[in-house]
T-cell receptor, first 113, second 110 residues
Framework: GAGVSQTPSNKVTEKGKYVELRCDPI?????LYWYRQSLGQGPEFLIY????????DSGLPNDRFFAVRPEGSVSTLKIQRTERGDSAVYLC???????????FGPGTRLLVL | RKEVEQDPGPFNVPEGATVAFNCTYS??????FFWYRQDCRKEPKLLMS???SGNEDGRFTAQLNRASQYISLLIRDSKLSDSATYLC???????????FGTGTRLLVSP
């Protein structure tokens, strides 16, 4: 079956611009996670959704970052006033439920010039 | 100090060799433990879960020592296709968020 999909696969933007990154989880998966992976590092947790609500957003680095999941399926990660330090691969993962195996999407490579 | 620490490598080994990776974690409240594999410019994929009793999956053996907060992965009879980055991962908190190490890069050569 289809895995987690993320769009766009690559995004180049200029410093100060707004970007939206989209994640389509595996059908039926209620839990959705966002992670960020910088070059040479492991992924770092950003936010977790159970259904429509953000159950844990402790990993969001600052208030420029926001994520939504209005219908409990697709999620959008939004970054305002992008900075060069935001350049990274943004990974989305979904799982059948709490504590189940997380399956990752291919990621969105964000480059802020 | 990072929550999960690994030697970044790279580990260069010939085909057929046995190689071991280790990692340590700092949060004693960590609940679950995993090894993920990540190929270059690809997403992480679960290789195996790790249990205190030790577990084996073909050529791969994983071990957890909760007292020492130490996790290991042993790969026997290395194949060229084993070349990848191996991420040590723990889950923390009620919602099981994953905390990743920086990864250990393995290069298997002919």
């Amino acid at each position: 079956g289809a895995g987690v999909s993320q769009t766009p696969s690559n995004k180049v933007t200029e410093k100060g611009k707004y970007v939206e990154l989209r994640c389509d989880p595996i059908s039926g998966h209620t839990a959705l996670y966002w992670y960020r992976q910088s070059l040479g590092q492991g992924p770092e947790f950003l936010i977790y959704f159970q259904g429509t609500g953000a159950a844990d957003d402790s990993g969001l680095p600052n208030d420029r970052f926001f994520a939504v999941r209005p219908e409990g399926s697709v999620s959008t990660l939004k970054i305002q006033r992008t900075e060069r330090g935001d350049s990274a691969v943004y990974l989305c993962a979904s799982s059948l439920g709490f504590g189940e195996t997380q399956y990752f999407g291919p990621g969105t490579r964000l480059l802020v010039l | 100090r990072k929550e999960v620490e690994q030697d970044p490598g790279p580990f260069n080994v010939p085909e057929g060799a046995t190689v071991a990776f280790n990692c340590t974690y700092s949060n004693s409240a960590s609940q679950s433990f995993f090894w993920y594999r990540q190929d270059c410019r690809k997403e992480p994929k679960l290789l195996m879960s790790v249990y205190s009793s030790g577990n084996e999956d073909g050529r791969f053996t994983a071990q957890l020592n909760r007292a020492s907060q130490y996790i290991s992965l042993l790969i026997r009879d290395s194949k060229l296709s084993d070349s990848a980055t191996y991420l040590c991962v723990v889950s923390i908190g009620g919602f099981q968020k994953l905390v990743f190490g920086t990864g250990t890069r393995l290069l298997v050569s002919p």
